[in-house]
Each structure stands twice: as structure tokens, then as C-alpha cells.
């Protein structure tokens, strides 16, 4: 797709930095914030996220799709290019998997200052079982040639970002796209896709952040070079300023997730419990790795003491931990952490970076305990 540069300015936000040192919100966030939901915390109970409740991430509108005339096209440097419908991905081979996935924004709204974009805090996350054929099938039937680096996913929803009117595109390195659990899938929780989660056809990439994940596919296409379209060039780096390239934000950072006990102040979600033995759940997700080891704080993060595992719900899905805690009177700041298979720990302050991205910083939950 061709790109443009937009014929005029749009209105700033805030004081034109693109950024807010204020616990206030603006408006455009606000906005945001209501068109993509998040998981309601208490969401964490479930192996797998009921759709309804599973996070929403949509960069401009939401497509009309009519199934009927719907095509993808696989094309650029394969030996031969296909035009393929819904029906005939159905016909193809089909595999279920259930999948954690995380927006790579989630957290943002924690760092100081905070970036002015979609103000996650933690709830960007869900698991579901998708269903789809995988993508290796459809390029080994396309024949991607081997001079072919890298393969561009593209969406049919358009808009503008950075002042770039585009469609929503990324690409991955061949290598990563014939990985086995990449899927074309066109089932949620075994039911089509709904239009917010990418009806007909969305890419689905496990262990990676959700941008990779393309919603409304219409194309495929394999390219010689890295592709360097606005959403992997220019956001979703791991950088200080808007200019610097940083590294490239892929993998799903470790983290765990504890669902808030007691029940909430209505307004400041402050939990009041009661005195005396309760668990403390959540789940916890490593990205591509897994996760070995959750442990609870409640004191604030001065002291920690390990949490109880269950199995993964999939290779490539969250698992629950369980902790034991005799609640006494106070105030009392409860933290859990994760730390994966490759020996990364949840930190207590995640470094800044200028998207707002891969903050997996530890939660931190208030109880008054009485
Ligand atoms: N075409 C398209 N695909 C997209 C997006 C988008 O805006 N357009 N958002 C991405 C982002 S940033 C995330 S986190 C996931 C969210 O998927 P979900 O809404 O199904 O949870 O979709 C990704 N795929
Ligand atoms: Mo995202």
C-alpha cells in the first residue's frame, strides 16, 4: 500500500509533546479507552477469557466486511500467488490453540510521564482458544521463494497515525511466520471471529505482543527486505525519543496478574477484606518462555515468599498461582511477581521508554483489612 502524507494538521493533545506528567486524563484518551476495553481484573478466574471480556485494541475503525466478495491475497515473492475465501481456509487443515495475549501497551498509563495514546494500566490481556489453519500451509502452498525475507500482514482498516494515512500492517521474518503455532484463525472460543477481533481472518502469533497479531487480514505478501512500514519502523521500539530506532518490541515480557480480593470502594477500587486465611489468585505469562516461579509480597515488596503453580492452560497460555495469606488489621500493599524460565524477573519500576511499551512492572494492590 502506498503511503501519503496527510494534507492537514490535526489538532494536538495536551501541550503538543505527546506526553502528560499529570494523573489527569485527557479527553482522547478517555475516548480511546471506551472503544478498547479492557479485562476486568476479576477476568483472571478464567482458564480461558470469556470474549466478551478478553482486551480490545483497534488502531482506527472497526472494517464492514461483506464475507462473500472477502479475499486474502498471498502474493510479492511467492511462486504462486493466491486469492483465497473464507470457505477455503475452513477446508484447510485446523488446529485449536489457546493463546495469552497482551497488548504491548499495557502498563503505559504507569509510567511518569505518561505517553497520551490508549491509557492501559494492567488489564490489556486475555486468553482465548482460536482456531485456525496454520499460516506455514498456506506459504509452503503459495511457495514462498527462498530469496523472501520477510512476509507483510495486512489489514483492511486504514487511517492516520504520525501523520501517515495507512493501512494497519506488520510484517514478520519468514523464519518466525512458518513457526507452527502461527495461525490463520478464523474462530474465538469456537465461535466466528466478532467484527472487533478481526472478522473474517486475523493473524494470531503466540508469545508475541498483540500488535504482530493483524486483525482484518485482506493481504500477504513476501518481500526481499525487512519491511519498514510505519508500525514496525516507527512505533513499537524499545527507544528514548521518537527518533532513535531502539530495538523492535516482539516477545511477551513475564508477568503476573492477581485478581484484587475483597470487594472494591466503588470509586477508588480500594479493597476492604476480612481479618484472617484467604487466597490470593492470578495468572501468570512469559511470552514465549515459561513461567518458573510467582512470588507474593505482602508487605509492600520488602519480603517475598513463593506462590503455588498449576499447569499452563496451553504451551503458549497463562498459568493460575495460589497463595495463602492470614490477613491481619491495617492497610496492607500486596505484590506479586513472576520471573520466567530465562531468569527475568518482574522489576519493581520497568525502564521508560517513549511508546510506553513492555511495562511489566509489579502490580501493586491496596486492602484495608478489617
Ligand atoms: N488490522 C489491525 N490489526 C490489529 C490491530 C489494529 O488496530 N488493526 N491492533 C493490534 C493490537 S495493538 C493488538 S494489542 C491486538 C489486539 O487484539 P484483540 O483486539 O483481538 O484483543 O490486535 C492487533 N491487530
Ligand atoms: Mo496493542
Request: charged letters at 25%.
Amino acid at each position: 500500500m502506498e503511503q501519503q502524507r496527510t494534507p492537514s494538521r490535526f489538532p494536538t493533545v495536551g501541550d503538543g509533546s505527546g506526553f502528560a506528567d499529570t494523573d489527569r486524563v485527557f479527553r482522547e484518551e478517555l475516548q480511546l479507552a471506551l472503544r478498547n476495553r479492557g479485562m476486568p481484573l476479576e477476568g483472571l478466574r478464567y482458564p480461558i477469557t470469556p470474549t466478551g471480556m478478553h482486551y480490545l485494541l483497534v488502531h482506527y475503525d472497526i472494517p464492514e466486511v461483506n464475507v462473500e466478495e472477502w479475499r486474502l491475497k498471498v502474493g510479492g515473492l511467492v511462486s504462486r500467488p493466491m486469492s483465497l475465501s473464507l470457505e477455503e481456509f475452513r477446508k484447510r487443515p485446523a488446529r485449536t490453540i489457546a493463546v495469552t495475549m497482551e497488548c504491548a501497551g499495557n502498563g503505559r498509563a504507569l509510567f511518569t510521564p505518561r505517553r497520551i495514546s490508549q491509557p492501559w494500566l494492567f488489564e490489556a490481556i486475555g486468553t482465548a482458544e482460536w482456531t485456525g489453519t496454520p499460516l506455514k500451509g498456506i506459504l509452503e502452498e503459495a511457495g514462498v521463494r527462498p530469496d523472501a525475507a520477510d512476509i507483510v500482514f495486512t489489514g483492511l482498516d486504514r487511517g492516520v497515525e504520525g501523520g501517515e494515512v495507512q493501512h494497519y500492517q506488520r510484517s514478520l521474518t519468514v523464519s518466525e511466520a512458518v513457526r507452527e503455532e502461527v495461525l490463520l484463525a478464523y474462530e474465538m472460543n469456537g465461535e466466528p471471529l466478532q467484527p472487533q477481533h478481526g472478522y473474517p481472518l486475523r493473524l494470531l502469533v503466540p508469545g508475541w505482543y498483540g500488535m504482530t497479531s493483524v486483525k482484518w487480514l485482506q493481504g500477504i505478501e513476501a518481500l526481499a527486505e525487512p519491511f519498514q512500514g510505519y508500525q514496525m519502523a516507527r512505533v513499537y521500539r524499545y527507544s528514548r525519543t521518537q527518533d532513535e530506532p531502539g530495538e523492535a518490541v516482539t516477545l511477551i515480557r513475564v508477568r503476573a496478574l492477581m485478581i484484587p480480593p475483597g470487594i472494591p470502594d466503588f470509586l477508588t477500587r480500594t479493597r476492604l477484606v476480612q481479618a484472617g486465611a484467604l487466597i490470593l489468585t492470578g495468572k501468570a505469562w512469559a511470552g514465549r518462555l515459561s513461567v518458573s516461579r510467582v512470588e507474593v509480597s505482602v508487605d509492600g515488596g520488602s519480603t517475598w515468599s513463593d506462590a503455588r503453580l498449576d499447569e499452563p492452560v496451553s504451551p503458549h497460555a497463562w498459568r493460575t498461582w495460589t497463595f495463602r495469606w492470614n490477613a491481619r488489621r491495617g492497610a496492607h500493599t500486596l505484590c506479586v511477581r513472576a520471573t520466567d524460565s530465562g531468569g527475568n524477573v518482574q522489576p519493581p519500576e520497568q525502564e521508560w521508554n517513549f511508546g510506553g511499551y513492555g511495562n511489566n512492572s509489579v502490580q501493586r494492590v491496596t486492602v484495608v483489612v478489617e
